[in-house]
Nanobody, 119 residues
Framework: VQLVESGGGSVQAGESLRLSCTVS??????MGWFRQAAGKEREEVAT??????????????KGRFTISLDKTKRLNNTQSMLYLQMNSLKPADTAMYYC??????????WGQGTQVTVS
């Protein structure tokens, strides 16, 4: 599985961004978005189960962020897309955001990250 994020950038507080993750290869049981701010540990932002569509959000982003999975296959049935719609952004959302894929127990595959800066 290869994961490539895009869509980060610099925005003002209150604005929106949509992050995208191109997933090459088979989808894993869980897909998710994590973030790591400077000097802080990485934290789980949102996850989605590929089969059921069940989602989970960190308390800090509930009601503002939405994770979604587009399983429509592209490029000869090899790619899917994972999204994170982020609304009402706050300076506290500033971080490097990572796309991840894994099983029930852990996330084993990671993208390279995309920076989100909110001022």
């Amino acid at each position: 599985v290869q994961l490539v994020e895009s869509g980060g950038g610099s925005v003002q507080a209150g604005e929106s961004l949509r992050l995208s993750c191109t997933v090459s290869g088979a989808l894993r049981f869980r897909m998710g978005w994590f973030r790591q701010a400077a000097g802080k540990e990485r934290e789980e932002v949102a996850t989605i189960e590929s089969l059921s569509g069940s989602t989970r959000y960190a308390d800090s982003v509930k009601g503002r962020f939405t994770i979604s999975l587009d399983k429509t296959k592209r490029l000869n049935n090899t790619q899917s897309m994972l999204y994170l719609q982020m609304n009402s952004l706050k300076p506290a959302d500033t971080a490097m955001y990572y796309c991840a894929a894994g099983s029930r127990g852990s996330f084993n595959y990671w993208g390279q990250g995309t920076q989100v800066t909110v001022s």
